[in-house]
């Protein structure tokens, strides 16, 4: 979870615009919730834009319009219906948590082949597995560019990523440095959980492209 400080607030065209303190993690699609600004901006919703200038309203294709001679970074735009207001300093806060759920813990027992009792100890650390795994994949391929649906995997590559990323964590439990816990006189292979293709699967890190 995140939490930004609003320093600017105003609303055109039934679109509230909220300038944040310091740049986000936000992206467009996600839900966040705005506290103590005021009760016609506080709520929760979903971000449709991200604007990096002037919001002046919507034409009649009911498209955003922008002052290009106007930069205003760290902007977050949202559906409000209610009456113009003039941008003015405002304080308050906007929350980000974003949560995925891209697959489940049912999955990870299928993809390991095993059945894990609920409740057990093991059982917990499957769901503490999926609950990291999920939002590590949407965080770093998110930070690669990606704009991706909290709740829906964006395709089998990810979903298979993601998979073999919570099983790792989960094989991970009671290791120590490198190595899968063994009582195999014999030792233990290298632990790995970020493997080159799961990060292949995944498309991360993306290269930046001007």
Request: net charge negative; aromatic share 10%.
């Amino acid at each position: 979870m995140a939490t930004y400080t609003v320093t600017n607030k105003y609303l055109i065209d039934n679109f509230a615009v909220l300038q944040l303190l310091t740049p986000s993690e936000i992206a467009v699609g996600s839900s966040i919730t705005v506290a103590s600004v005021d009760a016609t901006f506080n709520g929760t919703y979903t971000v449709r834009a991200l604007p990096q200038y002037l919001f002046l309203g919507v034409d009649t294709q009911g498209d955003l319009l922008y002052d290009y001679q106007i930069p205003i970074a760290d902007q977050v735009l949202y559906a409000k219906t209610a009456s113009d207001v003039e941008r003015v300093a405002a304080s308050g806060t906007v929350t980000y948590e974003p949560v995925c759920t891209w697959v489940t813990a049912a999955q990870v027992m299928s993809y390991l082949g095993i059945t894990i009792t609920n409740p057990s100890d093991d059982y917990t650390l499957l769901t503490q597995s999926v609950s990291a795994g999920n939002q590590f994949a949407y965080r770093r391929r998110q930070e690669s560019g990606y704009i991706d649906s909290l709740t829906t995997s964006p395709g089998g590559d990810a979903t298979l990523g993601t998979l073999m990323y919570c099983a790792a964590l989960w094989r991970s439990r009671g290791s120590i440095e490198a190595t899968y816990a063994t009582f195999d006189g014999m030792g233990s292979a290298p632990q790995q959980s970020l493997t080159p293709i799961v990060k292949q699967l995944l498309g991360i890190p993306r290269p930046a492209v001007a």
